[in-house]
């Protein structure tokens, strides 16, 4: 069990790399926020988090649609397709949420 | 695929992950500043459409086959119907609604990781067992958290408050804990091991609902940010699987921005954040014996001349404000008041309402300037300096106990010094008390005026009684 959690830190040594810089570039970006940003910036980063979108196309566009039948590929195919909703859900109802809020704030400053 | 027919295509998509994991740290930055917020988010939409073209067009699978046509069209299929739905919801959604809809698409985005992670633990290619189980988890929790976020914010889901339910928590954890474990190491049949990961999913979908449960009212702000934190999470775990950077990267960096919102939302009540998540209020200190004092009442003809003749009014929105959809109502008020030389601030506390800068949303769709809306540390020496304070709404966070009553669940938590103000006229509905179920020694003060009634129809008698004088 050891040997297994060393190996994957070994084999994922460049993922963990960017992780924890990534963790310090987050707080760095993201402190020192005036409350007015909150809501916005918190369904801004809900969209990016719809990254995940990238996984559902790779999972539908590989999908052997010749062979549905066999084994699990149909549900798989499936399932991908409800990812690829979601993940797609997620990305353009947060982008477009958070351009209307801003676009909120953004008319009362010429006021 | 292999190092050995690595082509131009391969070469490209990983620059364009690159540039795109780029865009979404630059995205948010700039979303981090009023004035190049809407530029940023722009900035990272962009990014994430240049991840998807480009994985549908250079994406190739282990045996370098790329994706066929009939493949192309369900995917486009599956984005055109999510898309259009999803924009339109972003469209139509009252201003008035948006913790639901942050919450019901920060769902969406769990549930995705939770599919793609199920569906990737089948797939022998895939090598990494820790990552899939872990996006599988936290997406699950993150998608059942947010929809049970989502029930309450609506008004479906009632909070559900029992010491005991924190105790089945611990369980439910440990039990999550385990089967990750057993599953990655055990020794059972691959089929047995299939069977455990729904399981596993199911377990995690109930641990959401339970987690989420008890905690409510004043504390959904830190709820809902600790939830967008963990889809970042998971998406970055399902960006393991691929290698992929963008996804790793922008869920990382999702995560890290969540988990400061949630930590600046717990420093806003002074409570930790294992504190919020066990549902335990403080207290306990030496209870201070103090003269409760009356209640003293105004009619809305005298807080009208009070207000009309002040020449610097403060109001502090609450939860109580975004109930009653009052927010028109109040900005109009505000400018009755602005036309007569009154200035008017708004006092912002970082946890009024139910999400992070709720009190500002729904005061920017009454159209009032972002400028007036004024932060908690800002206002406070300005307190003493202002006649008029009105309270709409809000209770924990203008209560003087947090200052000087070690007994009080709120003791520590930084207020809005309100009863430093020459004098209040607090909008409530009734005598109940607020979410924490703690008095409030505000409304017993020399200067302070209640105003009953619901914040619409008060506001609305005193706009009425304004525009008479």
């Given amino acids: 069990m050891m040997e297994s959690v060393l190996q994957f830190f070994y084999t994922n040594k460049e993922a963990i790399f960017i992780i924890a810089l990534t963790i310090f570039l987050g707080l760095e970006v993201i402190s020192n926020v005036p409350s007015v940003l909150h809501t916005p910036l918190m369904s801004g980063a809900n969209a990016i988090s719809g990254v995940i979108i990238i996984g559902g196309i790779i999972l539908v566009g590989h999908a052997d649609l010749e062979n549905l039948t066999a084994g699990s590929n149909l549900l798989n195919l499936v399932l991908g397709i409800f990812a690829l909703l979601f993940g797609t859900l997620n990305v353009i109802g947060g982008f477009v949420v958070t351009d209307r809020m801003l676009e909120m704030f953004k008319k009362k400053k010429k006021k | ?469």
Avoid at chain 2, 92 to 120: D, H, Y
Avoid at chain 2, 283 to 311: F, H, N, P, Q, W
Avoid at chain 2, 343 to 361: C, D, S, T
Wanted: glycine share 10%; net charge negative.
């Fill in chain 2, 1 to 469: 695929m292999d190092a050995l027919n690595l082509t131009n295509g391969d070469i490209i998509l990983e620059f364009v992950y690159l540039l795109s994991a780029l865009l979404f740290v630059y995205g948010l930055k700039l979303l981090s500043s009023p004035d190049s917020a809407r530029k940023g988010n722009l900035w990272a939409a962009a990014g994430m459409l240049m991840a998807m073209i480009a994985t549908m067009v250079l994406h190739r699978d282990s045996d370098g086959g790329s994706i066929k046509g009939a493949n192309l069209a369900i995917i486009l299929g599956a984005i055109a119907f999510g898309g259009v739905i999803g924009a339109v919801i972003a469209r139509r959604i009252k201003m008035t609604a948006m913790p639901q809809l942050v919450s019901f698409f920060n769902a969406t985005g769990g549930a995705a990781s939770a599919l793609v992670a199920l569906i990737e633990y089948s797939n022998p290619d895939n090598q990494s067992g820790l990552v899939t189980l872990l996006g599988l988890v936290i997406g699950s929790i993150a998608f059942s958290g947010s929809m049970i976020a989502y029930g309450k914010l609506n008004g479906n889901v009632k909070d559900i408050f029992t010491r005991w339910l924190t105790y089945i928590n611990l369980v439910i954890l440990a039990i999550i804990a385990a089967l990750l474990l057993y599953i990655l190491f055990g020794s059972t049949p691959a089929e047995t091991k299939q069977i455990l990961v729904y399981v596993l999913l199911a377990v995690s979908l109930v641990y959401g609902v339970s987690f989420v449960m008890p905690i409510g009212g004043a504390d959904m702000p830190v709820v809902i940010s600790l939830l967008n934190s963990l889809t970042g999470i998971a998406a970055a775990m399902a960006g393991f699987i691929y290698h992929n950077e963008a996804m790793i990267l922008g869920g990382i960096f999702v995560g890290a921005a969540g988990m400061i919102l949630t930590l600046l939302m717990c420093k806003a009540m002074n409570r930790s954040l294992i504190n919020v998540i066990i549902g335990a209020f403080g207290g306990g200190g030496v209870a201070v014996d103090r003269e409760k004092g009356v209640i003293k009442e105004i009619s809305a003809t005298d807080a009208a001349v009070m207000l009309y003749y002040s020449s610097k009014v403060v109001i502090v929105p609450g939860y109580g404000l975004a109930v009653a959809q009052a927010q028109h109502i109040c900005s109009e008020m505000d400018e009755l008041l602005e036309a007569n030389g009154v200035e008017v601030k708004y006092a912002i506390h970082p946890v009024a309402g139910r999400m992070p800068g709720h009190m500002n949303v729904l005061l920017a769709e009454a159209d009032v300037p972002y400028e007036k809306l004024v932060e908690m540390d800002e206002i406070n020496p300005d307190m003493p300096k202002t006649d008029v304070v009105v309270v709409i709404g809000a209770n924990d966070v203008v209560n003087p106990a947090a200052l000087d009553d070690p007994s009080s669940p709120i003791y520590g938590m930084p207020i809005i010094k309100v009863h430093e103000a020459r004098n209040v006229i607090v909008m409530k509905r009734g005598m109940g008390k607020g979410y924490a179920a703690i008095e409030n020694y505000l409304f017993y003060g020399d200067n302070t005026r209640m105003f009953f009634g619901s914040a619409k129809e008060s506001l609305q008698k005193l706009v009425t009684e304004i525009k008479a004088l």
